[in-house]
């Protein structure tokens, strides 16, 4: 286990809803990065934050946004959903400034959006 | 934008043999990292590389970093059932992000 935990495991949303992810960071760990993977593909780089503000950003539009609170955790949240957005999220945290840039994952949130 | 190029997309052995499959980028890379995924999981990291030419193992793993900076490959010696699975190379370039390639799909005839 990589002490990242992620939640919820798996939820089910229609087309225009909202959604919350949440992510706890394993301890000693000050950055959290999220990804996306579609089935059968590997994960795209949304964004990291870094000391509670986004440090770097994939192409993803601006209805994916994120947060990072004092003690390291994050949410990703996605506004309008459309049906495309049905994938795994994974989050990872990882120490930066450290020479390994080693990422560890959450077991990820599965979300379905019909 | 930076990509990765993996392959092969799948593979299918028998057990005991040896595996190989490598990335290419592009881009030069700082790092090349080495994922297993397992399903219903998130991907663990098998192995860092972080010099060109680099080459390290772990266990029956060995991968390397390719001199050019630009690709790296990953061996598996004596494959064992345990080791079906989605393998997804990574790269951290200069700009700290680490992008993955779209993983080779390990299978192993019984």
């Known amino acids: 286990e990589t002490g990242v935990t992620q939640s919820p495991t798996h939820l089910i949303k229609t087309r225009g809803q909202q959604v919350t992810l949440r992510c706890s960071s394993q301890s000693g760990h000050n950055t959290v990065s999220w990804y996306q993977q579609a089935l059968g593909q590997g994960p795209q780089f949304i964004f990291q934050?870094?000391?509670?503000?986004?440090?770097g950003r994939g192409n993803f539009p601006p209805r994916f946004s994120g947060l990072q609170f004092p003690n390291y955790s994050s949410e990703l949240n996605v506004n309008a959903l459309e049906l495309d957005d049905s994938a795994l999220y994974l989050c990872?945290?990882?120490?930066?400034?450290?020479?390994?840039?080693?990422?560890?994952f959450g077991e990820g949130s599965r979300l379905t959006v019909l | 934008g930076q990509q990765l190029n993996q392959s092969p997309q799948s593979m299918f052995i028998q057990e005991g043999e040896d595996v190989s499959m490598n990335c290419t980028s592009s881009?030069?890379?700082?790092?090349w990292l080495w994922y297993k995924q397992d399903p219903g999981e998130g991907p663990v990291l098998l192995i860092a590389?972080?010099?060109?030419?680099e080459l390290t193992s772990n266990g029956r793993l060995t991968a390397q970093f390719g001199i050019t900076r630009k690709d790296s490959f990953l061996n598996i010696s004596a494959s064992i059932p345990s080791d079906v699975g989605i393998y997804f190379c990574a790269g951290q370039g200069r700009d700290d992000k680490i992008i993955f390639g779209k993983g080779t799909r390990l299978h192993i005839l019984p």
């Open positions: 881009s030069i890379f700082n790092t």
């Open positions: 990872a945290s990882s120490l930066v400034g450290t020479l390994t840039g080693e990422l560890f």
């Open positions: 934050y870094y000391r509670e503000e986004e440090n």
């Open positions: 590389l972080y010099k060109a030419g």
